[in-house]
């Protein structure tokens, strides 16, 4: 299963049959226990695609990555970390998100991100060019 | 009818947490700044400012200019049972998530800022832009003499800002001043802001932190500065129906739009008087509608 936990995996099929309103009030129940959850904060990306609000998704889907390569504040939370499935899904993703937005760099650079399993260098460059995708106020 | 403007009333002397600083912050900054628009919308009616609570008559109403209102039910309280109706103009709340049940129940009509679809079926609720901050030029600079092609003055958020800035790069001349916070410390005063945006073609306009609106949207109006404007899921059709704005989901769209355009200075002309005749009509319809509500 691409997520450890039921309700998550709940929500993802019920993204990818198109059922939103149902998606949205699961994760919006789930919202003050798992607000900063990698994975809650993939689905959120996915939802946030199917309308249309794409910089919202790519923003969602950064957070996620970041989260899932930062330590504290998984461990703050007591989340585990995104499945192997999911990483891979969530550059994909990201990579479909930044050639639809026509961002050839942020492609190539995520593409090698992805190939070398090692985000560090991307979230590094991520603190300098989208200052905001930060996680201030949040550990 | 009297006006109390509460936004800055009783704030603390110092702030002694972050959500003190929030409170004196907001509180002054929508005292200063949203004073010129909220007032514009009022001109209709017949108003008296007052400062206190003193000398209120039990048969009279009285509209409320706040904030934060959630911090503020008291107050309300004390306020209902002193005059016969509130209209209460709320200002802020970006994300839709302040406590206001209480304090708009207590209301004859709330005009709040930062639309959202479920407050159109609220029938004592009327949505109005966030406006613009004051000091807005007298007069405008005609577009064949401004200086930049575009220009975009805030925080970087996201992706959003980020793809803007990316591309639009190679449009010259423009105008960028990145901050890190809103209202921060490198951003520029309000008469050098309003300079640079009314002496741009374009301003771009994306996406705020929460919500769709920004100032920058009414503050480029108020310039003649044509806003195009970051629009996800048609927010901007739904809250400002009819409107003539430029519009797009994704940034290149932008860069094309203004390197088509900008060398067809009379269709740049034709859609700036297009989009400043809407915005005048837009205007009036809203101080009418402030008018209609209060007669009522």
């Known amino acids: 299963m691409i997520f450890n936990n039921t309700e998550f995996n709940n929500v993802y099929n019920l993204i990818k049959k198109d059922e939103l309103n149902e998606a949205n009030k699961i994760l919006i129940k789930l919202r003050s226990s798992f607000v900063l959850h990698p994975d809650y904060l993939f689905l959120m990306s996915l939802l946030l695609i199917k309308s249309k609000r794409t910089y ?3 923003d969602a889907a950064l957070l996620s990555l970041k989260v899932d390569n930062t330590e504290t504040v998984l461990k703050k939370h007591g989340y585990e970390n995104s499945s192997d499935e999911l990483i891979e899904e969530r550059y994909l993703f ?38 905001g995708i930060r996680l201030k106020n949040k550990l | 009818m009297k006006l109390l403007w509460n936004t800055n009333r009783n704030l603390p002397d110092i702030a002694t947490n972050i959500n003190e600083e929030r409170i004196i912050f907001w509180g002054n900054y929508h005292f ?19 400062d206190s609570l003193k000398n209120l008559n039990k048969n009279e109403d009285i509209i409320v200019v706040d904030n934060l209102i959630g911090l503020k039910e008291s107050f309300y309280f004390e306020l209902s049972n002193k005059v016969k109706r509130i209209y209460l103009v709320h200002l802020g709340d970006e994300g839709g998530s302040e406590k206001k049940d209480l304090v708009y129940s207590l209301c004859e009509h709330v005009w709040r800022t930062f639309y959202l679809p479920n407050f159109r079926i609220i029938k004592n609720i009327s949505c109005i832009p966030i406006g613009y901050k004051s000091s807005v030029p007298k007069t405008k600079v005609d577009i064949s003499d401004k200086k930049y092609i575009w220009n975009f003055m805030g925080t970087t958020h996201g992706s959003s800002r980020y793809d803007l800035l990316n591309k639009h790069a190679d449009l010259n001349p423009h105008f960028t001043n990145l ?18 945006m009314n002496n741009s073609i374009f301003t771009l306009v994306p996406h705020g932190y929460f919500h769709p609106e920004t100032y920058r ?39 094309d739009f203004i390197k088509n355009h900008i060398n067809r200075k009379d269709e740049l002309n034709k859609l700036s008087n297009k989009i400043n005749s809407w915005w005048i009509t837009h205007k009036e319809s809203l101080k009418k509608e402030f008018l209609r509500i209060n007669d009522i």
């Open chain 2, 217 to 255: 949207l009414y503050e480029s109006l108020e310039c003649g500065s044509i806003p195009i404007i970051e629009n996800p899921h048609n927010f901007f059709e739904d809250f400002l129906p009819n409107n003539p704005l430029p519009k797009i989901t994704s940034w290149v769209e932008s860069s």
């Open chain 2, 179 to 196: 901050t890190g916070d809103f209202a921060g410390k490198n951003s520029l005063d309000t008469s050098e802001y309003y300079n640079v």
């Open chain 2, 32 to 50: 200063k700044n949203s004073s010129p628009w909220i007032l514009n919308l009022l001109s209709r009616i017949q108003i008296e400012q007052i």
């Open chain 1, 56 to 58: 919202l998704a790519i």
């Open chain 1, 94 to 131: 990201l990579i479909s998100m930044f050639k639809k937005i026509k961002n050839l760099e942020l492609v190539d650079i995520l593409e090698t991100t992805m190939k070398n399993k090692n985000p560090i260098s991307f979230l590094i460059y991520l603190e300098k060019i989208m200052p």
